[in-house]
């Protein structure tokens, strides 16, 4: 594999698992003519509740991947992976193996919008173990305003009911006003929550439902596509490097008829998918 190349290729999206297609789906709305490759690591997902080296070293492996497909740029679409991998990747690994190539997050357009919604400068952050363990928004967030306040809840049952598509009924109101009650009890004064992970969107209805009505939540996908756009703009020769046929193709490293059924969830499409290995 020629890392050097600079052939153009279609935009990379990877995610541990089905939550990216949100970020996908966003992405290909404001940008319907580009070409994507969706990689979801669904084989060993959850990415929530494992430890920093295995997230870099599953993460390292879907990005190389990515880049043997021809991607010149990958998004990250994992909050869990862009807290644990995305610096690492960026500062070790590109320099050395793709310095031309490159790898963006969802973490920083995310809190680069903030700053124009909230008015008490208390933020809460809701994520997976991992996200919260790893305070890479706290640390975004006070790099970008010294001022405000963070505060996080994990939300270790949220992903398994969207995954298992369980999140529309009502036995997922227990644990959505669960977690949200813990937040807001950190301090009352919070008025802006991010949904620090890419699977929350499809529980917004509910999550507006336990939230104070003058707490706005705040979902990822359509800053991201801002920010992504934004990027390409003022990254011309980047964006050269982008095929433009507006073609989009799914990989999975599991079954793909279960990718395929929950893509339609997420995506409100049907969609072929393939199986890959990851090594």
């Not at 990689?39 to 060993?44: F, I």
């Amino acid at each position: 594999m020629d890392l050097n190349n600079k052939q153009p290729g279609p935009i990379g999206i990877f995610d541990s698992g089905y939550g990216g297609l949100t970020i996908l789906g966003n992405i290909r709305k404001r940008m319907p003519e580009y070409d994507y490759i969706y990689l979801g690591d669904n084989a060993r997902a959850p990415y929530g509740t494992r430890s920093f080296e295995i997230v870099y070293e599953f993460t390292r492996e879907a990005v190389l991947k990515l880049f043997e497909y021809g991607c010149q740029l990958v998004i990250l679409a994992c909050n869990t992976a862009s807290a644990k991998a995305l610096r690492s990747i960026q500062q070790k690994d590109l320099p050395r193996i793709a310095p031309d190539r490159r790898v963006l997050g969802v973490i920083r357009p995310t809190v680069e919008a903030i700053g124009g919604i909230t008015n008490t400068g208390k933020i809460g952050v809701l994520g997976t173990t991992g996200t919260i363990q790893s305070q890479s928004y706290l640390l975004e967030i006070k790099k970008l305003y010294p001022g405000y306040e963070v505060f996080g809840e994990a939300c270790p049952m949220w992903v398994p009911l969207v995954e298992n598509n369980e999140h529309q009924f009502p036995g997922a109101d227990y644990f959505v006003r669960q977690n949200i009650d813990h937040l807001m009890a950190q301090d009352t004064s919070i008025d802006t929550v991010i949904l620090g992970c890419t699977h929350y969107p499809l529980l917004l209805d509910k999550i507006r439902k336990f939230l104070p009505k003058e707490v706005c939540p705040v979902p990822q996908g359509e800053l991201v596509a801002g920010s992504l756009k934004n990027y390409l703009f003022r990254h011309p020769d980047m964006d050269i490097r982008c095929t433009k046929n507006a073609t989009c193709r799914f990989l999975t490293t599991e079954s793909p008829q279960k990718f395929s059924a929950a893509a339609s969830l997420f995506l409100q499409e049907k969609v072929e998918v393939s199986r890959i290995v990851l090594e």
